[in-house]
């Protein structure tokens, strides 16, 4: 077996049709499996994938065990000699796929290969290589920075704006779209499960690099991110801004100590309120009431960003096996 293309789904199983068509298309003769895990989101996945794609191996998990433990499950039970971790809000683009597997085992001293995300109407996802999660680049973070000054090397997304036929190597690739070689998946350890969601897969790339292995990033093809399709009906209870810090706190604890760790908690905490001050102040400014409702929607999520920074987000904590309440 080649390839085994490894989706954690959860309440977006209207994705998943999706992304199976376009996987499902002419692979230049790679053997594959497509294994998907529910994470107890029970949405009618299996029944679809009954009707409409009955190869593929469905795996119903009776608790939501966050993106890592789920994809170790589903890794345990894969035959493929590279491993593909794909998000179910995916579609692949053209022949990204078998491009991918080539290069991935052309290159020197690899372990894992990524490419170009695409946002749904066709803009570059900037977010699909990253730097290392650092105190500086964390507080730093925002697309319109990103954008501004993409060549600095504290964003680590260089390799998105260089042209070269030749996979170049980065530092973190996004799990949206990740292709690992087994053997240098299981060297490390598979994804850490400290993790429920967000950071796992900077986690297993620090894991890969620190082995000695390269990661690579490819423009030679690029694969749609719709974005959000497990959380998009949360936007307003900012599930995903807490435990993305948390993840991140949790993450920088592990690889750098705890006090680097805590003084990251710090430097957020302050970022945070610091942004809150200034949207309370502009709001009054604001004319437009859209634009209104818009600034209440960042404000609320970076007072709740601010309150996990001070401890009392204590449900975050507990969020590495089981999903909390939203």
């Given amino acids: 077996m ?17 992304c199976l068509d376009t996987i499902y298309r002419d ?32 795996i119903q998990s009776p608790v939501n065990l966050g993106f890592a433990a789920a994809n170790n499950m589903a890794y345990r039970q894969s035959h493929g000699k590279t491993l593909l971790f794909l998000n179910p809000d995916t579609e692949i683009v053209g022949q990204a796929i078998p491009t991918m597997h080539r290069l991935l085992w052309e290159a020197t001293n690899s372990g894992a290969i990524g490419c170009t995300l695409l946002n749904t109407d066709g803009t570059l996802q900037t977010s699909c290589i990253q730097a290392f999660p650092t105190i500086l680049n964390q507080v730093l973070d925002a697309e319109i920075l990103r954008r501004r000054f993409p060549l600095l090397s504290l964003w680590g997304i260089r390799p998105l704006f260089e042209r070269s036929e030749a996979p170049l190597p980065v530092e973190v690739i996004s799990g949206a779209c990740l292709m690992v070689k087994r053997h240098v998946f299981e060297s490390v350890g598979l994804f850490s ?17 620190n082995a000695g292995f390269l990661l690579y990033y490819t423009s030679a093809v690029s694969v749609i991110h719709h974005g959000g399709g497990s959380s998009n009906q949360r936007e307003r209870n ?73 401890g009392f987000e204590e449900w975050v904590r507990n969020s590495t096996h089981e999903q909390p309440p939203v």
Avoid at 2 to 18: E, F, G
Avoid at 29 to 40: K, P, Q, R, Y
Avoid at 193 to 208: G, H, N, R, V, W
């Fill in 238 to 310: 900012y599930f995903a801004d807490v435990v993305m810090r948390e993840s991140l706190f949790r993450y920088l604890t592990k690889s750098r100590g705890k006090l680097h760790g805590y003084l990251y908690r710090v430097a957020i905490g302050v970022a945070a309120f610091s942004r809150v001050m200034l949207m309370v102040s502009f709001m009054a400014l604001i004319p437009r009431k859209s634009a209104r409702e818009q600034l209440k929607i960042s404000l609320g999520k970076w007072i709740n960003i601010f309150w996990w920074s001070l």
């Fill in 193 to 209: 499960s400290d993790y429920f969601m967000y950071a796992e897969d900077t986690d297993l790339c620090y894991k890969i690099h």
């Fill in 2 to 18: 080649d390839i085994s293309i490894i989706i954690v789904n959860w309440k977006s199983a209207h994705y998943v049709l999706r």
């Fill in 27 to 58: 692979k230049e003769g790679l053997s594959f499996e497509v294994i998907i895990v529910d994470n107890a989101s029970y949405d009618g996945c299996d029944k679809m994938l009954a009707n409409r794609y009955p190869q593929v191996r469905f």
